[in-house]
């Protein structure tokens, strides 16, 4: 109900001091005319028929029900009716003459029914209460309860009595079902008495219009009968006129039950006697109790209907438009939140609009912090497809979106994730040492999977296989290289040294000749390359076919390299000069390099031989694609060979790591296959052979062995006899075992490459197993006097005999 509908509607119905008569004429017409349905006139408001919700044009506007007799043919719940217990004598005042017609009230006479159907003079009906001889009179109450089924905006509230009208009584009402009854209005000719009321027919400007007022009006108990009480809702209440704007006249008008209470009868005053009669004479009668209203819609109405509801009952409701729903159009649809809902006025009828979900929800709730920041109050709720946020355009908590729009469980493990949201692109916050897109895991390097991550495992990258530290996820052992060892990989294996980064298989053996297995890495060794460039010769270079005949080698100054021209089938090699020869163990583990170009060959024919080495009386060698290079062709490509044994490098036949390093200790020859066609011609350029040498300046080699020897032996790498011994077989060579010099007890030294004694004890030969010339006796039995001066001239040589005599054996001339 909008203001200027109610204002119509009651407009002419407010007394006011200067017209009291006037508006009793007023209200009377009103009256008759209000029945069970009220005749529309466009000249009247009061009777404006409903107002659609939509105009020609399909737009939104605000629209009202019709209005009608609420109260037609509800049922009320009178307090106290007469007949109801037993039947019950009453007379009735018949005015000035001071007769009184008596009569009987039986069962069913003047039931509440007759509070709500059809009005006619001409043929009343009444609802009665017993008479004040049965004890109806102040302090004792009647209450006449209407539920209306549904909230309504009231206009008027009119009461026709059959008797006269009482000297106190009062409309109360409910804003909710079951809520508390509220003061409506009071009439009483004693308001201050009875209600602690001042007389008032309006509230002031200023003060509260929702005040409950009581007026002196209708008390009088003339007329005997058909006297009539109108209240207006909104009658004295100053903001009627901006009804629209006022919140707390809304509220006011507003009422799902009506109670009339009736307080105190009106009486002549000579009840005070006693007289049966007279007091049967006072009683209430009331011949119509109507509502003028409009079921409260809000202004989303235009209709309001019966429905049943869940437990059966009937009940009116809204049929909503502008997207609004509940019984009084009272909020948005379950999808439609995305303004505010409010009372539809004339100029803004806040049709409610749809939520955005992007498709994954039908519900949404306003949200008014949302609509303060935005514009958009629509929160949508149950997301579909695991989303979230207002508009469902975002993954729920712990879910991402995948590229195609999809929402994913982000799967985060609980033990190792510190939350279980990922990012965007599905990886999870991994705590400690945590690794994987679900933090599953260890990463490298961790172990021991828990609730405080894992642990570091601290393995050294130097010993750790390709260079990665990683342990085993549960125990930590570290993963090493080849010849590494320790749970933190660490240490060199037993016979090995030099844990290096740049070592694949991470220590190098210790040669040493194959003396001991103890080593370390030597100080004072830089790291060099053997190169050769051919920048102005041949650098000595020399080109041999497989039987090792010289082959011509010619010098192309353009290109500054060293070729040959082939010669039908035979193989023919690039030979590497001396100073690329000889002991070469320091480029163990390390390349070979070279550009190699070859041109008019077709068809190149690799053989297991395109790369030879030589030494220590056996050869080794590869194929040129070994190690994952190309064939040569007319393009120079880029070789790098790495000298070492292990079975991926390809060098055959297969070595022992001392049995390699034995061919690079003594080098004769490196051959390099040039003719891989019977045509066509060959060319070698920048040769490298990475290596070491003491004492040069450069970046420190570690390669370089320097080995702790057992007692027999001596020099950095165990090639030499330590005193007192020699190499066996004599003249072996550094990689022959040492063995103690043989000098019968007579020499503590002995040469230990020949074995000879240094004899002492005037013995002599290479064991000194012998007596020295001028002397005799035996030197095998090992003591300092083995062997005594020969008594003979000029200490010349003698023999000792079998009987131990002593015979000189060069006596000088004349003597014997």
């Known amino acids: 109900m909008q203001s200027a509908e109610i204002v119509g509607e009651i407009g002419d119905l407010a007394p006011k001091p200067s017209d009291r008569i006037m508006k009793n004429i007023v209200l009377c017409a009103i009256i008759v005319a209000v029945t069970l349905h009220v005749d529309a006139t466009p000249e009247n408001k009061h009777y404006m028929p409903a107002l659609d919700c939509y105009d020609a044009y399909r737009r939104p506007q605000r629209c009202i029900p019709e209005f009608e007799n609420a109260a037609y043919d509800l049922r009320i719940d009178a307090t106290n009716t007469c007949g109801e217990d037993r039947d019950t004598d009453f007379c009735v005042q018949t005015g000035y003459s001071n007769k009184k017609s008596c009569d009987t009230c039986r069962a069913g006479d003047h039931g509440a029914r007759y509070l709500t159907d059809i009005h006619d003079p001409n043929d009343p009906t009444w609802w009665q209460s017993e008479t004040m001889f049965e004890g109806v009179q102040y302090p004792n109450q009647v209450n006449l309860t209407l539920n209306l089924a549904k909230s309504f905006d009231i206009t008027y509230i009119r009461v026709v009595f059959y008797s006269p009208r009482p000297e106190s009584f009062s409309i109360y009402k409910r804003i909710v079902p079951n809520g508390p009854w509220l003061p409506y209005q009071h009439y009483s000719a004693t308001c201050r008495d009875t209600y602690g009321l001042p007389d008032s027919l309006a509230v002031k400007k200023g003060e509260d219009e929702s005040r409950v007022l009581c007026m002196s009006d209708y008390s009088d108990i003339s007329p005997l009968r058909d006297g009539t009480v109108v209240f207006s809702s909104l009658e004295g ?361 070859t041109i008019g060959q077709s068809g190149p024919n690799p053989s297991p031989h395109d790369v030879i080495l030589e030494g220590a009386g056996t050869s080794i060698s590869l194929p040129i694609f070994a190690q994952g290079h190309y064939m040569p062709d007319q393009q120079v490509r880029e070789y790098a060979f790495r000298l070492h044994e292990h079975p991926e490098y390809s060098w055959q036949p297969s070595q022992s790591a001392r049995g390699f390093m034995s061919i690079l200790a003594n080098l004769t020859a490196i051959k390099i296959r040039a003719s891989y066609a019977a045509l066509g011609e060959a060319y070698l350029d920048d040769v490298e052979l990475q290596t070491a040498h003491r004492g040069a300046a450069g970046r420190v080699a570690t390669w370089i062995e320097q080995c702790t020897c057992p007692k027999a032996y001596l020099g950095q790498f165990c090639e030499s006899c330590a005193p007192g011994y020699r190499h066996s077989p004599a003249l072996g060579g550094p990689f022959m075992p040492c063995i103690p010099c043989d000098c019968n007890k007579h020499a503590e030294i002995c040469d230990s490459e020949t074995g000879r004694c240094i004899c002492q004890h005037n013995t002599a030969g290479d064991t000194c197993d012998q007596c020295a010339k001028g002397y005799y006796g035996s030197a095998l039995v090992g003591t300092p006097y083995d062997c005594k001066r020969c008594p003979c001239p000029d200490n010349g040589a003698c023999m000792q005999m079998a009987d131990d005599s002593v015979i000189c054996l060069e006596c000088p001339v004349g003597y014997f």
């Not at 989303?300 to 049929?319: D, I, M, P, W, Y």
């Not at 090493?480 to 844990?499: Q, T, W």
């Not at 390390?590 to 190699?596: G, N, Q, Y």
Request: glycine share 8%; charged share 25%.
């Open 237 to 597: 209440r100053p903001s009627a006129i901006n009804f629209e704007n006022s919140i707390e006249l809304q509220n006011w008008v507003t009422a799902t039950d009506i109670r009339i209470t009736l307080d105190r009868l009106n009486t002549f005053g000579d009840e005070v006697f006693g007289d049966a009669q007279v007091l049967k004479s006072y009683f209430y009668a009331i011949a119509d109790i109507a509502v003028g209203a409009r079921c409260k819609c809000n202004g989303h109405a235009s209709k309001c209907v019966t429905s049943t509801g869940l437990n059966g009952q009937r009940t009116r409701v809204c049929e909503c438009k502008h997207n609004t729903d509940g019984p009084d159009c009272e909020r948005c649809l379950p999808y439609f939140n995305d303004v505010p809902w409010g009372r539809a006025t004339s100029k803004n009828v806040h049709e409610c609009k749809e939520c955005n979900c992007n498709g994954y929800s039908n519900k949404c709730f306003f949200d008014r912090h949302l609509y303060n920041q935005t514009g958009h109050g629509g929160h949508c709720l149950d997301c579909a497809a695991n989303r979230d946020g207002p508009n469902c355009e975002r993954c729920k908590e712990n879910f991402y979106m995948r590229e195609d729009g999809y929402c994913i469980n982000c799967a985060c493990d609980t033990t190792g994730s510190r939350s279980l949201q990922c990012n965007a692109e599905g990886r999870c916050q991994c705590k400690p040492g945590v690794t994987g897109d679900k933090c599953d895991r260890c990463e490298a390097n961790y172990y021991n999977f828990g609730p405080h991550g894992c642990q570091h495992c601290g393995c050294e990258p130097k010993g750790s296989l390709d260079n990665t530290p990683s342990c085993d996820p549960v125990t930590g052992a570290c993963l090493c290289k080849e010849n590494v060892e320790g749970r933190r990989c660490r240490e060199c294996k037993p016979g090995f040294f030099n844990l290096d980064l740049e070592n694949k298989f991470g220590c190098t053996p210790c040669f040493c000749y194959g003396h001991t297995s103890e080593c370390q890495s030597a100080n004072g060794y830089s790291i060099v390359s053997l190169t050769s460039n051919f920048n102005k010769h041949l650098e000595r270079w020399m080109a041999v076919d497989d039987r090792n005949t010289l082959v011509d080698l010619k010098y192309n100054k353009f290109s500054q390299s060293v070729g040959i021209t082939a010669q039908g089938h035979e193989f023919i090699y690039f030979s590497a000069p001396e100073r690329f020869l000889g002991d070469q163990r320091a480029s163990y583990n390390r390349l070979l390099k070279f550009r190699l170009q």
